[in-house]
C-alpha cells in the first residue's frame, strides 16, 4: 500500500525530532564537561581546611625547621614559616619569594631516610588514596603564585619510595590535575600531547600508573557526563559493516611504509613469543616461533584447509601455505592486502571480506589480535562465524589481548585514549566471557596460555626503533610532532599495562565438538 504525503511528513517530522533530541544531548553534555574545567582549575583552599592548632605532639615527634629545609635542600631565606595539621600527620607551610612549599614536619621522615626500620610482623592497610592524592595536590597548589610554577616538579612513587617505580612529572600548567580529574586518562594523555606536562622518562611513568593501581580505573568526581559523551561517541564508532572498514582504515591504512620503520621483517603487528632458551633472540625469530605455535595449534598438515580472520600484512597466511595448505586470509585493510598480496607465494588468497561473510568449511580457523576490534557488541559474532565456518572436529587457534575481570566494568563504561586516538570501535576483551561465548557454541577450550610479558618485551623493541626511526627524520611526510608524541605514549602505555598485569595476551585452541555447521 503507498504511503500518503501526510503520513510521509509525519513519519519523517518523528524521526527529525528523535535526532534533533540526540544532538542536543550530546551538546549538553559537552557544554556541561567544558563548564566544569574552569569551576574545578579555580577551586582554592579556605583557612579551615586546615586544623590549627595542631593535636598535641611532643617535640620528638617533629623535625625542627631548620632541619626540614636542611632535608628539602632549600637554601633561599624563609619569609615565613607555619606547621600546619593536614589531618594526616604536620607539615611545615613554607613561604619563600614567589613561592609557598610543604615540607613534612614528622621525625619519620628522618627515621626513613636513614634507613633507621626495625625487622618484625606488622600490618598492611590497603586504600584508595588515588582521588584523595590529587585533590590533596590541588590544595598545597591553592596559594602558589601561578608565574612561579613554570618549573614545578611532582614526584609519584607506587608505594613507600623505597620499591618500586618512581616517576617525576613536571608540571607546565597546574590545571593539569583538574584535567585529570574532570576527564580521566583521556584527558591526560591530552594534556601530555598539549604540553601541559612533561617527564624525563616517560616510561617509569607509565611503569608506575600499571604498578598495581586499579583503582585507577575507578574514575573521579565529575567523570559521569564525560563518560556519557565519550560512550555515544563510542556507540556512532561501533563496528557495523560500513564503521568497521572506516575503523580500520583509520589504523592499519597509515601506510606500509610507516609499520615497516618499526615492525620486523615478518611485519607481524601482534605480539611475539620469546623462548629464554633461545636467548639471546631476534625479534623476527620470536615473531616467526608464535605463528609456528598457532598453526601447530591447528595440526596443520598438507591439504588442509585454513582461515584466517584478520591477516594483516600475511605472514601467517605465507607461513601456514609454506606447511602445504589452502588458505583463505581476509582482511578490510586496502594497504596490508596490497603489501601481502604483492609478498604472496603457494597457495594462499588475499580477500576483502568482512568476517561476517565468510562462508565454508574450513580444517583450521586461525585469528591473531583481531577480535580486540570487534566491540564487545560484536563478540557473538565472531563466535558464530568461527562455528560455523569450522568443520565438526576443527580446531581454531585465536590470540587474544584481555583485561583484568575486575576492571572490565569500569574501562567498557568508558573510551579511553586509544579508543579514541588509535583504535575507534575497539575494546579488550574479557576473557571468562569470551570462553562462556565460545563454549555455548560447541567450541571446547583448551590449552590456553598467557604471556603479557612477551608482549611487554615486543613493545619496547617496536617502541626503541621508532624512536630511531622518528629521531632520523625516516617517518613518511604528514606525521608531525603531535603524531610522533601520541604514538609513543600510545606505545608506552601498551607496555606499561603488561609490564603491571592490567592486561594480558592470550593463546587457545578451540575444538568445534557439534557435527553441524551452525
Known amino acids: 500500500m503507498a504511503m500518503t504525503r501526510t503520513a510521509?511528513?509525519?513519519?519523517?517530522?518523528?524521526?527529525?525530532?528523535?535526532?534533533?533530541a540526540l544532538v542536543s544531548a550530546g551538546i549538553?553534555?559537552?557544554?556541561?564537561?567544558?563548564?566544569?574545567?574552569?569551576?574545578?582549575?579555580?577551586?582554592?583552599?579556605?583557612?579551615?581546611?586546615?586544623?590549627?592548632?595542631?593535636?598535641?605532639?611532643?617535640?620528638?615527634?617533629?623535625?625542627?625547621?631548620?632541619?626540614?629545609?636542611?632535608?628539602?635542600?632549600?637554601?633561599?631565606?624563609?619569609?615565613?614559616?607555619?606547621?600546619?595539621?593536614?589531618?594526616?600527620?604536620?607539615q611545615y607551610r613554607v613561604a619563600l619569594a614567589g613561592q609557598v612549599l610543604w615540607l613534612d614536619a614528622r621525625s619519620a621522615a628522618r627515621s626513613a631516610a636513614a634507613g633507621d626500620w626495625d625487622d618484625g610482623a606488622g600490618s598492611v592497610e590497603s586504600r584508595a588514596i588515588l582521588g584523595e592524592y590529587v585533590e590533596r595536590l590541588l590544595m598545597g597548589l591553592g596559594d602558589v603564585d601561578r608565574a612561579g610554577l613554570a618549573d614545578l616538579r611532582v614526584g609519584w612513587d607506587a608505594g613507600n619510595g623505597a620499591a618500586g617505580p618512581v616517576a617525576e612529572l613536571a608540571i607546565h600548567n597546574t590545571d593539569v590535575f583538574a584535567r585529570l580529574i574532570r576527564e580521566g586518562d583521556l584527558g591526560f594523555c591530552d594534556a601530555y600531547l598539549d604540553g601541559w606536562w612533561d617527564t624525563p622518562d616517560l616510561m617509569a611513568f607509565l611503569d608506575l600508573v600499571h604498578a598495581d593501581n586499579d583503582d585507577l580505573y575507578d574514575g573521579f568526581p565529575?567523570?559521569?557526563?564525560?563518560?556519557?559523551?565519550?560512550?555515544?561517541?563510542?556507540?556512532?564508532?561501533?563496528?557495523?559493516?560500513?564503521?568497521?572498514?572506516?575503523?580500520?582504515?583509520?589504523?592499519?591504512?597509515?601506510?606500509?611504509?610507516?609499520?615497516?620503520?618499526?615492525?620486523?621483517?615478518?611485519?607481524?603487528y601482534s605480539s611475539a613469543l620469546f623462548d629464554p632458551a633461545r636467548a639471546p633472540e631476534t625479534l623476527n625469530a620470536a615473531q616467526r616461533a608464535k605463528i609456528d605455535a598457532i598453526l601447530d595449534r591447528v595440526d596443520l598438515k598438507q591439504g588442509d584447509s585454513l582461515?584466517?580472520?584478520?591477516?594483516?600484512?600475511g605472514t601467517l597466511a605465507r607461513m601456514a601455505a609454506d606447511r602445504g595448505a589452502k588458505v583463505d586470509a581476509i582482511s578490510l585493510s586496502d594497504e596490508q592486502l596490497a603489501w601481502a598480496r604483492r609478498q604472496s607465494a603457494g597457495d594462499a588468497r588475499f580477500l576483502?571480506?568482512?568476517?561476517?561473510?565468510?562462508?565454508?568449511?574450513?580444517?583450521?580457523?586461525?585469528?591473531?589480535?583481531?577480535?580486540?576490534?570487534?566491540?564487545?557488541?560484536?563478540?557473538?559474532?565472531?563466535?558464530d562465524c568461527v562455528a560455523r565456518n569450522l568443520?565438526?572436529?576443527?580446531?581454531?587457534?585465536?590470540?587474544?589481548?584481555?583485561?583484568?575481570?575486575?576492571?572490565?566494568d569500569a574501562y567498557a563504561g568508558s573510551a579511553d585514549f586509544i579508543q579514541a586516538y588509535i583504535f575507534p570501535g575497539g575494546l579488550l576483551i574479557r576473557a571468562s566471557e569470551f570462553r562462556e561465548l565460545a563454549q555455548a557454541r560447541g567450541l571446547a577450550w583448551t590449552d590456553e596460555v598467557r604471556f603479557g610479558q612477551d608482549y611487554a618485551e615486543t613493545l619496547r623493541i617496536w617502541r626503541?626503533?621508532?624512536?630511531?626511526?622518528?629521531?632520523?627524520?625516516?617517518?613518511?611526510p604528514g606525521f608531525d610532532e603531535r603524531f610522533k608524541a601520541l604514538w609513543r605514549y600510545y606505545l608506552m602505555y601498551c607496555e606499561g599495562g603488561f609490564r603491571g598485569g592490567g592486561i594480558d595476551v592470550h593463546q587457545v585452541t578451540l575444538i568445534k565438538t557439534t557435527g553441524d555447521g551452525a
Open 8 to 20: 510521509l511528513v509525519g513519519l519523517l517530522l518523528r524521526w527529525h525530532m528523535r535526532l534533533g
Open 28 to 90: 549538553i553534555a559537552w557544554g556541561l564537561s567544558g563548564l566544569a574545567h574552569p569551576i574545578i582549575s579555580r577551586l582554592q583552599p579556605v583557612a579551615d581546611q586546615h586544623r590549627y592548632p595542631l593535636n598535641a605532639m611532643s617535640g620528638s615527634e617533629l623535625l625542627s625547621p631548620a632541619e626540614a629545609l636542611q632535608r628539602a635542600g632549600i637554601a633561599a631565606p624563609v619569609t615565613a614559616l607555619r606547621l600546619v595539621d593536614w589531618g594526616q600527620g604536620a
Open 222 to 268: 565529575g567523570m559521569s557526563l564525560v563518560r556519557a559523551y565519550e560512550r555515544l561517541r563510542f556507540w556512532l564508532n561501533s563496528n557495523s559493516r560500513r564503521q568497521a572498514r572506516r575503523n580500520i582504515s583509520y589504523h592499519y591504512d597509515l601506510g606500509n611504509e610507516f609499520y615497516g620503520l618499526w615492525l620486523d621483517d615478518t611485519m607481524t
Open 307 to 313: 582461515l584466517e580472520i584478520g591477516c594483516g600484512w
Open 352 to 383: 576483502k571480506q568482512d568476517y561476517r561473510d565468510t562462508k565454508g568449511q574450513y580444517d583450521a580457523i586461525a585469528s591473531v589480535e583481531m577480535v580486540e576490534a570487534l566491540g564487545h557488541e560484536y563478540w557473538p559474532t565472531f563466535m
Open 391 to 408: 568443520k565438526p572436529g576443527g580446531r581454531a587457534a585465536i590470540q587474544f589481548i584481555s583485561m583484568k575481570d575486575e576492571l572490565f
Open 464 to 476: 626503541e626503533k621508532f624512536d630511531r626511526a622518528a629521531s632520523e627524520g625516516l617517518l613518511p
